[in-house]
């Protein structure tokens, strides 16, 4: 009987520790340091993310592929001009260049849009897309993992009265 009792809580044990890991991997958005960020534009020129001191940032990692990040990217277009006009909008994908460009044409978004010059595992990004709102230090204060609903108002006044 009291075997089954250790055998039983070993296995409770592991398993919350599993399922905790898994949650931290999957629904917590990472540190980003944004000095750290290899990117290009679609120039091919080098961008150093820790220039954007001065500007709100909406920092968003995607794929051209990523049902949740095309959603979320026409929500965005949709509102930038109404609510969202002294935001920049920064997309990063690891994706090639020429889908990244061909996304670009196709979509013809009013964003930035920059590779990430490694896979986004490396940088501990392990589902997408992932949303960073930075403030005009350069500071990152606020983070989300999954899609966010733009269409929602009180998500948009949120995100205005955060980078204010």
């Known amino acids: ?45 080098k961008i150093d ?46 994706e090639r260049m020429n889908k990244i460009c061909s996304f670009i044409q196709k979509k013809n978004y009013p964003f930035t849009f920059l590779k990430l010059q490694t896979a986004f595992a490396n940088i501990h990004i392990n589902a997408i897309p992932v949303t960073y709102l930075i403030n005009t230090k350069g500071e990152i204060i606020y983070s989300k993992v999954g899609a966010i609903n733009w269409k929602d108002p009180s998500v948009v006044s949120f995100t205005e009265e955060t980078l204010k």
Not at 78 to 91: F, G, H, P, S, W
Request: hydrophobic share 50%.
């Open 49 to 94: 993310l820790t220039k954007l001191k001065g500007k709100k940032i909406l920092l968003t990692f995607f794929a051209t592929w990523c049902g949740d990040c095309l959603l979320e990217m026409k929500q965005l277009n949709d509102i930038k001009k109404a609510a969202l006009q002294d935001i920049d909008i920064i997309a990063i994908s690891d």
């Open 1 to 45: 009987m009291i075997k089954k009792f250790w055998v039983f809580a070993l296995f409770v044990v592991v398993l919350s520790l599993f399922l905790m890991f898994q949650y931290q991997k999957y629904r917590v958005a990472p540190k980003a340091d944004l000095a750290s960020l290899s990117c290009i534009d679609t120039n091919g020129n």
